[in-house]
């Protein structure tokens, strides 16, 4: 299909788009699963040439197709997707629906989170792990480490299980929750335990002793959905 020539970039269409619906950086992130720096480095020019799957998401959440975003109309922001996008990536539209990405961290940047400005600092979104969990504030992904936290029953988060934590979900009695404890760089994962006005972090593995808190610990987020990759990773 011939298009007439279309001087601007895809960064100044981004932009247009997100004033037109009056939304932020950090609000079309929450929209359509791509992190904010990724946003920041399109509406900048840093990223010439973004990846189509993350333009295809952006698309989505702004009621545009891709192709817009990647190549601007002569006329009125297309609304719909091209045929040509369609033969192209129907299915990954199908696969992709509803999904939202979220970093990768360790343990020593889960105790700094709550302290960080804009905890999603570029580069962090090159190591991401996709979910339907649409989070409430800047949820991330932290690798389960040691065997605290395995049961011989009932619930159990064995090493090397995934675990996407959310800052904004409410912490209650019984949720699991990411804490980090005074004079500890690093956070830790346990199970809250609230009981007669006295707090606690209880290990799901009996062998392992409670942690009494009172005003010794910093809550940094709930742990929201688990899952396991087969695939090794590297540190």
Known sequence: MNREKDESSVGDRLRKLMQDKGLGENELARQSGVTQP??????????????HTNLDKL?????????????GSSGENEPMQTKADYNVSSVAHLQSRQQ?????????????WTEAV??????????????????????FWLEVRGDSMTS?????????????????????????VVAQLEG?????????????????LKPLNPGYPLIPIN????LIGVAVEMKMSLRPRTH
């Open 59 to 71: 698309a989505k959440a702004l009621g545009t197709s891709s192709s817009f975003l990647s190549y």
């Open 118 to 139: 804009n905890p999603y600092e570029p580069g962090c979104e090159q190591e991401v792990v996709a979910t339907d969990y649409q989070a409430k504030g800047y949820a």
């Open 184 to 200: 500890s760089d690093e956070a830790t994962f346990k199970r809250l335990v609230i009981d007669g006005g006295q707090k606690f």
């Open 38 to 51: 990724t946003i920041h480095r399109i509406l900048t020019g840093e990223s010439k040439s973004p990846r």
């Open 215 to 218: 005003g010794n610990c910093r």
């Open 152 to 176: 011989p029953a009932g619930l159990s988060v064995p090493e090397g299980m995934m675990i996407l934590v959310d800052p904004e979900e409410e912490a209650l009695n019984g949720s699991l």
């Open 100 to 112: 939202y990405v979220y970093p990768i961290i360790n343990w020593v940047q889960a105790g700094q």
